[in-house]
């Protein structure tokens, strides 16, 4: 099994309700807290395993903005994992989860210098490196409903823009989709072999604008009493 | 990157201490300048030593959780971390026998066979130190072979500084060690002043483009989507302005390679010799230490590409 997730970016809106979903869910999850510092303060500030940012394409008039989340690529050749000297990052074999075990981490952040999608961020509390689990605590979960084991930041996603499956399997809904719309891998020079697929933005047919028409004699009248009259 | 003064202190001293060791044994088997008294041998072998360990010390306080910092050793396999850690920690023995053996007077092979051993780990472990930074494929800056050798060049020219202090010291012959040195800095500068020129073209390397694979159109940031900084922009964020950072590097080379050299004019000359080689090794050190700084401060870590860098 290679799971993972697809972001559709035509869809979606940003949000941001994957991030707090997958806050709220991992706060108390295996590798919970997610600490934050100065929440209400003037420099809030803190750790999370899903950021979105936003980025515009083009040029105007043909720009369009994109909002891009980012999370754990859970990547095939994942250096992060390589470059741990304490064994704290492992790559499970059997799903392709990178994950990093709390009670062996020393806080030494070269993981998060090995990788380039700013996926891992050092919790200052406890010392230790953190990131997104795939949400592992949730979807192997017996107790929950088949159609609840999936990473909480999809199940919570408004605009339906994030999928969760197996890239191993040729026919899971995450293959499907990504051989139809040409889902691509972030960075694919850096050769991280990213397993998290994004869908490119759809390019829209352009929707024609006509001309507004003079109008005649009747028109003009009105457009001058528009003016005069104050609304 | 950010300069984290923990690791400066750290590469610098423990590269020094390992390039004075080497170095050291070079003097002992060639009776360099008519060679070291068994005790001065002692004295310096376990100054390199303590340089070494305090460089070890200092790079334990970068650690958010040191208490796990014996865990570093275990993945040899894979990690130039771990290697760096493995490698120091059979140097230390190997280090003691070397001296032991010169104290109890052992035969000739012995001690130079661990003295050569000694030597050996020595480099490799200064090799490992640049490694870290040189597997790193997410900053273009360290992601190349010069790094490891401007450590190694580095550290051999704060040691065999050192040395020639020693050499002053102890009454020596000065020349050969004048001789080491100024072929070792002039190495170390020439490597270095590769380095920079060659970081100074970005070549092939990833853009925000590819970052986000919206590869068919210009690309811009509109917003990050945090409120104040995060863990990445403080570790990664940090920037030194063109101008600084060229000035800087003036400073590498000024206070790093040339009043190194030109005191060793003066020591050569006799003119207030010990005085001299004090600056020498000064200079050289706090050289090697804006060196370095300047090594953090200049790499660009790809993140920032998601941060509205149009390239790293
Ligand atoms: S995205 Fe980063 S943290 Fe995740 S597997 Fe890839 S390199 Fe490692
Ligand atoms: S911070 Fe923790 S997980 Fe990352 S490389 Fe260091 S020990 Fe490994
Ligand atoms: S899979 Fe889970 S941990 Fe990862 S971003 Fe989504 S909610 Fe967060």
Redesign the pocket.
Known sequence: MRLG?VIDLDVCVGCHA?AI??KE??ASGTIGPLSDYQPYGAEPSGVW??RIRHYEMDEYPNNKTVNFPM??MHCEDADCVTVCPTGASYKRPEDGIVLIDQDKCMGCNYCSWACPYGARELDRSSGTMKK????VDRIYDQDLPVEERQ????LTCPAHARMFGDFDDPDSAVSRTVRERSGFGLMPELNYNPTNRYLPPRSKPVIPVEPKSKGGLKESIKQFANKLVRR | MHPAFSVIFFTVASGAGFGLFSLLFIADVFKLGGGFSREQLIIGGLMAMGLVVFGLLSSTFHLANPKNAWRAFTRFRTSWLSREGVFAMVFMPLALIYLASIWFDAPLWLRETFGFLTAVLAWITVFSTGMIYACLKTIRQWNTPLVPANYLALGYASGSLLLLLGAVVAELDTTPYIAMSALIISIAAVLKAIYYFWIRSPGLTPTINTATGLTRAKVKLLDTGHTHGTFLTQEFGFQVARQRASLLKIVVFVLGFALPGVMMVWVFDQQGQQMAAIVAVMAGLAGAAVERWLFFAEARHVVNLYHGAQRC
């Open positions: 997730l994957c979903a997958c869910w991992n395993f899903n999370s754990c997104c689990t795939l949400c990473p909480s930041c999809v």
